[in-house]
């Protein structure tokens, strides 16, 4: 059954549905390509046809793109010419597309042809935007949940269809470059201030049907004579400008850590200066020149197929009903807990908010209040929106009010003699089948369940800060956490829409894990004598968000050292001594707590804006005359992170590799265009990270130990995508 139907009616109009099986949203695959381009021929060659309107089955969306997958299907095709592979499949896409566009016309009189509209119910994303840009008009209803653009830069790739080339066009350079370099995406009303689309209608198909039949010019501008790019072309004195400037922003913005930006830029530059139909094969060139650098693949794996998976629900037991919250508990009303109700409440569950006093539970409520208010400032929400979402929060220092509730979160202050008595209180008042979760940072779940008289009901749900905009949720199995209880906690995090991790209980469980080794190692190069600069840079140009000092300064001075007080007192003689915590807590008795005491790794402004760098670190610590090279600064940084996460899978703490990379990635931003810890491992090869980190462990220690698991997978040259795939992967 194919993907794409046609009906012709007596006015003359074919219309062409896309209503993919199966799927909420159309997904364009190989076959859904080759039945579109029949389907246009046969309306094309009939003369009863005046005009055609592509447009889809799904209510409230268009499409949400390309089946990742048929990329790999090309490669894997092509054989041992893979590169040829992906070039002849994309330019078929565009010989498809610029069918479509140019409709049956003349090729040198640009006389005939019939028009051909696009109606979009909603969402169009992808492939699916890039098929309206090769229509002749677009007509979007006025859905005010849809979104409009081409996300691709985000999963490591750019628009290789047509759309960068189409784009650029159509709005210039400048206007076109947050759409294709950052892939901002718009509602409909957006979409058509920026030029993105051109009609929004309360009747889309209406207006296109009438559009249709007014025998309309449907000539592109860049198919006329005399067509000039807006804003200039790269040798124009305007146009030179832009793309210097476009340059320099995106180096600004990915440190030339992301080849997918580089690679768009370069098809836009080169494709400026070309006749169109060239423009699309240069284009064509840099997607495939992308598409076989492997950070784009091991990016495509993270972000797109591995983090659906996850959020599909990839790892939850199977045999357990549907355990979606009803009403949530929330213990705690600080910066966490209010966050918790915030995005607790936005998915529409009941949430009641304790602290220890009604002033203090007001104050967590309040942070939702603010947080709408921020919204209606924006035009994002209204305040019967709000109200809606405040009505959902009951703040109140009275645990009786969580009777009913089937999920407790315990978010308290991080200690485990305060968070048992609150775990004895709490299980006196909720319903026996109530799940209860905490959301510590550190702390073994085994630990605080111990304070339970339900062991199998006791999980960790830890959430990252700031929880509104953190995507990631890792969740912790206790020695004795039930399967029932790991389906909660999954559903839940299902219904805030957030991605979770499932990871087996260990001191600071994966991410926090991972976080303090690549922090501590910042930590102890300051302390050799390596200039700050040279380190937070360094980690900057390997795509992290921010460098490990200045992470430092963001999560507090002070909570890095408590941290390592809690650690050495329940590690004791095993706990290892570390001049990264002399440097911490030195910072600490100066008062030096970081960005919320505007005094940290760096000297801040009134405003809070970091000025640079504090001058006495250099004072403490003078740099050394010999200052090590970027790439080993870089590496140590890395590898720093990359073991741990390799012990955690050695062992079972990491119990599936995707939740390895895709909880690095979101949690922390480790890399992503490596994919994530385990993924840059199969990228520089397990035989030279087990060489390499017996080199670093020689000169600066054993937390560079080479992993047994490692040594064994280099001597056998294996990688952890073929030994540790999942059973789906493998099958495939």
């Not at 098809?267 to 400026?272: H, I, R, S, T």
């Given at each position: 059954m194919s993907d794409f139907t046609l009906a012709k009616d007596d006015q003359g109009i074919a219309t062409i549905t896309w209503d993919t099986a199966g799927k909420s949203m159309n997904v364009m695959s190989i076959q859904g390509f080759s039945d579109l381009s029949n389907l246009v021929d046969d309306a094309l060659a009939d003369d009863a046809v005046k005009g055609i309107i592509i447009t889809s089955g799904k209510e409230g969306s268009f499409a949400g793109g390309m089946d990742l997958n048929v990329i790999a299907k090309m490669k894997d095709d092509a054989g041992d010419e893979p590169a040829k592979g992906l070039f002849d499949g994309v330019m078929n896409m565009h010989a498809i597309l610029r069918k479509i566009e140019r409709a049956g016309m003349d090729p040198k009189t640009n006389k005939g042809g019939k028009p051909i509209a696009c109606v979009m119910p909603g969402t169009a994303l992808g492939i699916g935007f890039e098929i309206p840009l090769a229509c002749h008009r677009t007509f979007v209803a006025n859905n005010p949940k849809a979104k409009i653009g081409l996300p691709e830069i985000m999963v490591g790739i750019f628009p290789g269809a047509g759309g960068t080339t189409r784009l650029v066009r159509k709005l210039g350079a400048m206007a076109a470059a947050p759409f294709l370099l950052q892939g901002k995406l718009s509602d409909p009303v957006k979409a058509k201030q920026a030029g993105l689309v051109d009609e929004v209608s309360a009747d889309p198909m209406a207006d296109a049907r009438t559009w249709v039949l007014s025998e309309p010019n449907i000539v592109k501008p860049w198919d006329e004579k005399g067509y000039k790019m807006p804003g200039g072309t790269p040798y124009h004195p305007a146009g030179f400008m832009t793309f210097?400037?476009?340059?320099?922003?995106?180096?600004?913005?990915?440190?030339?850590?992301?080849?997918?930006?580089?690679?768009?830029?370069?098809?836009?530059?080169?494709?400026?200066?070309?006749?169109?139909?060239?423009?699309?094969?240069?284009?064509?060139?840099?997607?495939?020149?992308?598409?076989?650098?492997?950070?784009?693949?091991?990016?495509?794996?993270?972000?797109?197929?591995?983090?659906?998976?996850?959020?599909?629900?990839?790892?939850?037991?199977?045999?357990?009903?549907?355990?979606?919250?009803?009403k949530l508990g929330v213990l705690g009303a600080g910066m966490m807990g209010a966050g918790i109700a915030l995005v607790s409440a936005q998915a529409g569950i009941e949430v009641v908010l304790i602290d220890r006093d009604q002033a203090a539970a007001d104050k967590g409520k309040a942070y939702t209040a603010s947080y709408m208010d921020k919204g209606i400032a924006r035009k994002k929400a209204t305040p019967e929106k709000k109200e809606e979402m405040l009505a959902r929060i009951t703040a109140t220092p009275d645990l009786d009010a969580l009777k009913g509730c089937d999920l407790i979160i315990e978010a308290v202050f991080e200690d485990p003699a305060v968070k048992a008595e609150m775990t004895k209180k709490v299980e006196a008042v909720i319903p026996e089948d109530c799940i209860f979760a905490s959301n510590t940072s550190t702390l073994p779940i085994t630990d605080l369940a111990r304070a339970s008289t339900r062991a199998e009901q006791f999980i960790g749900i830890h959430f990252f800060s700031p929880v509104e905009k953190m995507l990631l949720v890792e969740i912790i199995k206790g020695a004795e956490t039930g399967d029932r209880a790991v389906a909660k906690a999954l559903d839940y995090v299902r219904q805030i829409r957030k991605t979770p991790i499932v990871v087996n209980d260990a001191r600071f469980f994966y991410a926090n894990r991972c976080i303090i080794p690549y922090i501590n190692e910042g930590l102890r190069m300051v302390t050799e004598g390596v200039a700050p600069s040279l380190i937070d840079n360094a980690a900057r140009q390997l795509g992290f968000p921010v460098g490990p000092l200045q992470l430092n300064d963001e999560t507090s001075i002070d909570l890095g050292a408590k941290i390592a007080r809690a650690t050495k007192a329940a590690m004791g003689a095993e706990y290892p001594d570390s001049p990264a915590d002399d440097l911490i807590f030195w910072l600490e008795a100066e008062g030096r707590l970081g960005r919320k005491a505007n005094a940290g790794f760096f000297d801040y402004d009134d405003k809070g804006k970091r000025t640079g760098f504090w001058p006495g670190l250099n004072e403490k610590y003078p740099l050394a005359e010999e200052q090590p090279t970027l790439i080993e600064v870089q590496e140590r940084l890395m590898f720093a992170q990359v073991l741990e996460a390799v012990r955690a899978l050695e062992e079972g703490v990491l119990m599936d590799i995707r939740e390895g990379d895709v909880g690095a990635i979101l949690a922390w931003g480790f890399a992503p265009w490596s994919g994530g810890p385990l993924s840059w491992l199969d990228m520089i090869g397990t035989p030279y990270a087990a060489e390499r980190t017996a080199e670093l462990a020689g000169q600066?220690?054993?937390?560079?130990?080479?992993?047994?698991?490692?040594?064994?997978?280099?001597?056998?040259?294996?990688?952890?995508?073929?030994?540790?795939?999942?059973?789906?992967?493998?099958?495939?």
């Open positions: 210097l400037g476009a340059s320099v922003m995106v180096h600004s913005e990915t440190q030339g850590a992301f080849p997918a930006a580089k690679a768009l830029l370069s098809a836009v530059y080169e494709g400026a200066l070309v006749p169109f139909d060239t423009a699309l094969k240069i284009e064509t060139r840099w997607f495939v020149h992308t598409l076989m650098n492997p950070s784009s693949a091991a990016m495509i794996r993270s972000l797109f197929i591995n983090k659906e998976a996850l959020d599909k629900g990839a790892v939850r037991p199977a045999d357990v009903p549907d355990q979606r919250v009803k600066y220690g054993p937390r560079f130990a080479t992993p047994a698991l490692l040594e064994e997978m280099a001597k056998k040259g294996q990688s952890f995508y073929t030994r540790f795939a999942p059973a789906s992967d493998k099958a495939a």
